[in-house]
């Protein structure tokens, strides 16, 4: 039984069942589902879910964020489900807009290829510090000779990944479009085929076909993988099946290399160009700090919308193009940024043990690169904290842009992508990262700190904090008037809760109706059946709208008396309002709205 099936099984029920799945893959951190009716699926089950960090619906797709585990819980929920992998290639719902399919089937081209390109990056981070840091005027491979070998390693892997890259494109238009991988593969291989060094001309006289080699080149793997795609079904469709193994893969295989020869890839080429000319002007114009302050602080929205994968391709190009980018170090400073804003929280609620724990998870995976667990999980929740990381962001990247700091290569987008930046911008990137991770925390703490003291909930009493259906009265244990919690006081005081308004008093004393500044309404009825008493043994301190300020005594009660009288002493604390909220196990806020 594999570890997520359980979850896995409510997922499946939550979402509408197996017959409500259109298709379902997954990438870095998330489920993406294409349903036949979303509004089939329970959100409020959903984001109950232990394992949910959030959910999106965004270009076609219900979307829940499960965070770094999400191979593992695909496979099981794949066998839960009882779902065809192979089934699912088309992940594009009929809904979609045309730049809803486009920008939905080049994240789920790219989104595959992630782990192996933050892995070459990587890599290439390493051999960079091998051949560059000195010590003393020597390099550490000068200094260590067992290093050489090492470091030639580094570059056999590193030149396998992004020279041959077009191989992986073409190989993963073809998976998700659904026709022959294995022509994509050769295809791919065609166009990086090392005896292509420069150019070579074919002679079919009394014409020559130029033949380049397209290692590293982006637009044109993309471009011959799309016509493969559409010879391939063409002639599928148009073949007898008797002949369809020899004609299929011998036409498309051929057409689709002399097009892309003779068309698709000096198109390609100069889209390339143009990109990588457009975007390097912008990064280091006179005016480049504009630039920098707008994607920097706007990076991720372009996340939200789902448009960030053209940003992988844009880095490449410029790799390509310049021997490097000036555009993924500000990709890597925004992630650094939304984990500051999430450490801010975390250290805000770090008296909740459940919710510091989470918070915790989620900030560590910001920093390594995976950015879903803080974004959905904790900075969107609360909203603020996801604007003052896009300020952090925003100011690091200023001086990132300005500093003309480069990496190499992509690599881990959080503090590990020091290692993709050229070893001479170490100092300048440190200090990027400095800002990036002071200036969100410090502007989250200090709204956060305003926001969570004014909207915090504290007990209005002392003693045991009991379920309410526990509670010995229908109407509270059945929740109609609303869900919430019960306490038997111990004590003779009620305190106010949070800073608001009392918007009821009633005139036996003993039920008080207040309002907070967040529209969050709660009745405390102290005692049960307490209403006979007439008013004896309360005294009420307030009046209907009276402001009251958290821990301010409402009411004084005789407890003595009351029990005298053979009254419970079991206080319902009802939240009468619509909101959902969750009980803490944080001693002085025991509530939160959610």
């Given at each position: ?172 238009v073809t998976k998700k479009m659904g ?148 555009l993924w170090p500000m990709i890597a ?262």
């Amino acid at each position: 039984m594999g570890k997520y099936q359980n979850e896995a099984s409510i997922l499946l029920h939550a979402i509408g069942g197996k017959d409500n799945i259109q298709s379902v893959m997954h990438c870095v951190t998330r489920m993406r589902f294409v349903l036949i009716d979303d509004s089939l699926a329970d959100i409020k089950a959903i984001e109950d879910m232990s394992i949910t960090k959030g959910i999106m619906n965004q270009s076609g797709q219900f979307q829940v964020i499960i965070g770094n585990d999400v191979t593992q819980f695909y496979n099981d929920f794949i066998e839960v489900s009882g779902i065809s992998k192979t089934s699912n290639s088309n992940t594009t719902s009929t809904q979609q807009t045309p730049i809803q399919k486009f920008m939905s089937t080049i994240g789920e081209i790219f989104a595959p290829l992630i782990p192996v390109i933050i892995c070459g990056g990587f890599i290439l981070g390493i051999k960079n510090c091998l051949d560059t840091i000195t010590f003393c005027g020597y390099t550490l491979i000068e200094i260590y000779p067992f290093l050489v070998g090492m470091d030639t390693l580094l570059e056999i892997i590193y030149q396998a990944i992004f020279q041959l890259l077009p191989i992986g494109i073409i190989w993963s238009v073809t998976k998700k479009m659904g026709t022959n991988q294995i022509l994509g593969i050769v295809l791919g291989i065609i166009l990086v085929y090392p005896a292509l060094s420069n150019t070579t001309d074919l002679n079919f006289y009394p014409y020559n076909m130029e033949l380049m080699n397209y290692q590293s080149h982006i637009m044109p793997a993309l471009l011959a993988g799309f016509m493969l795609v559409y010879l391939d079904k063409l002639f599928t469709k148009i073949t007898p099946n008797v002949i369809q193994i020899i004609i299929v893969p011998l036409f498309s295989l051929l057409l689709s290399t002399i097009l892309t020869y003779t068309l698709l890839g000096p198109i390609g080429i100069t889209i390339d160009n143009a990109i990588s000319s457009i975007i390097w002007y912008c990064l280091t114009c006179p005016f480049n700090f504009i630039f920098g302050l707008l994607f920097g602080g706007l990076y991720f929205l372009i996340v939200l919308r789902g448009f960030h994968h053209l940003t992988l391709i844009i880095d490449l190009q410029l790799i390509t193009a310049y021997d490097g980018t000036l555009l993924w170090p500000m990709i890597a400073l925004a992630n650094i940024a939304q984990g500051s804003a999430t450490l801010a929280i975390t250290y805000l609620q770090r008296k909740d043990e459940k919710l510091r724990k989470e918070n915790i998870d989620a900030c560590i995976s910001c920093y390594l690169g995976v950015s879903e667990p803080a974004l959905f999980g904790v900075n969107l929740k609360y909203k603020f904290p996801f604007i003052c990381g896009m300020i952090g962001s925003a100011i690091a990247s200023v001086i990132s842009i300005k500093t003309g700091i480069i990496a190499a290569s992509i690599g881990i987008g959080g503090i590990p992508g020091i290692l993709s930046i050229l070893p001479k911008y170490f100092g300048h990137f440190f200090i990027s990262m400095i800002v990036a991770i002071i200036a969100p925390f410090i502007l989250t703490y200090i709204l956060g700190y305003k926001q969570f003291h004014e909207l915090s909930f504290v007990a209005p009493m002392k003693g045991k904090m009991i379920p309410l259906s526990d509670v010995d009265d229908q109407v509270f244990s059945q929740k109609l008037m609303g869900d919430g919690f019960a306490i038997e006081l111990d004590g003779n005081k009620v305190i106010a809760p949070f800073d608001g308004e009392v918007i009821m008093t009633f005139p036996t004393k003993h039920a008080y109706g207040l309002r907070r500044s967040d529209g969050l309404e709660v009745l405390i009825h102290i005692g049960m059946d307490t209403v006979q008493l007439n008013g004896e043994g309360f005294k009420c301190l307030v009046k209907t709208g009276d402001l009251i300020k958290k821990g301010q005594v409402i009411c004084e009660i005789d407890s003595d008396y009351i029990k005298r009288k053979g009254k419970s002493l079991v206080s319902p604390i009802v939240i009468t309002s619509r909101h959902q909220f969750r009980l803490l196990e944080d001693k002085e806020n025991i509530l939160e709205v959610i």
